[in-house]
């Protein structure tokens, strides 16, 4: 079963709001990760979150992480168009830190 | 600098043959991770390897899927007697290894159909 479940499963939004994933996960963890994905090709790592980190920005994005709850999420501000793609988080399984599991994704779509 | 690569692109069978898929990882990166996603789904993880131990084989879906790493670099994926429900993106990762930091950097993926 999946480790990692995002939600909204699709966001579509204006360009230039917020947009905003959350993820759920089951386990322990070591790391949180969000990737991107166009195209239904290879995915591009955006950022990692250590367990002990509570919050993390690069650029544009946010990412926060609440380990009693088991859950994440992940800020992209003023959208742009070039940002409709899924995302996904992933996590390791706790005490295998490398074995990492993906979310369902989030489908987002930024309208002009 | 090179990234990870996979070959074929893409790749049209019959049911019932046999398939190979190749995985180039960056090289110096001791972890190499399969992952089979269908049109618009999640990613489902199908087999981990680390260095020289043991692979993750967990998620192979049935015994006509296995993967082999020699020498620690390249990794093929067979998928024996396809079927239908084999048809996807076939997703290869590799990641410089176990530790806190393990990000994965993706190959373009193989687009498997099977007719």
């Known amino acids: 079963s999946q480790q990692g479940e995002e939600d909204p499963q699709a966001l579509s939004i204006q360009e230039g709001e917020n947009a905003t994933m959350n993820c759920s996960y089951k386990?322990?963890?070591?790391?949180l990760q969000w990737y991107r994905q166009n195209s239904g090709r290879g995915l591009v790592h955006l950022i990692l979150?250590?367990?002990?980190?509570r919050e993390k920005h690069s650029g544009r994005l946010r990412v926060t992480l609440d380990t009693s709850k088991k859950s994440s999420s992940l800020l992209i501000t003023a959208s742009r168009a070039a940002d409709t793609a899924s995302y996904f988080c992933?996590?390791?399984?706790?005490?295998?830190?490398?074995?990492?599991?993906f979310g369902s994704g989030t489908r987002l779509s930024i309208r002009p | 600098g090179a990234g990870v690569s996979q070959s074929p692109s893409n790749k049209v069978t019959e049911k019932g043959k046999d398939v190979e898929l190749r995985c180039d990882p960056i090289s110096g990166h001791t972890a190499l991770y399969w992952y089979r996603q269908s049109l618009g789904q999640g990613l489902e993880f199908l087999i981990y390897f680390q260095g020289n131990s043991a692979p993750d084989k967990s998620g192979l879906p049935s015994d006509r899927f296995s993967a082999e790493r020699t020498g620690g670099s390249v990794s093929t994926l067979t998928i024996q007697r396809t079927q239908q429900e084999d048809s996807a993106v076939y997703l290869c990762?590799?990641?410089?290894?176990?530790?806190?930091?393990?990000?994965?950097?993706f190959g373009p993926g193989t687009r498997l159909t099977v007719t």
């Open positions: 990762a590799s990641s410089p290894g176990t530790g806190q930091t393990n990000e994965q950097y």
């Open positions: 992933a996590t390791d399984a706790g005490g295998s830190a490398s074995k990492i599991i």
């Open positions: 979150i250590r367990s002990n980190e």
């Open positions: 386990t322990s963890i070591n790391n």
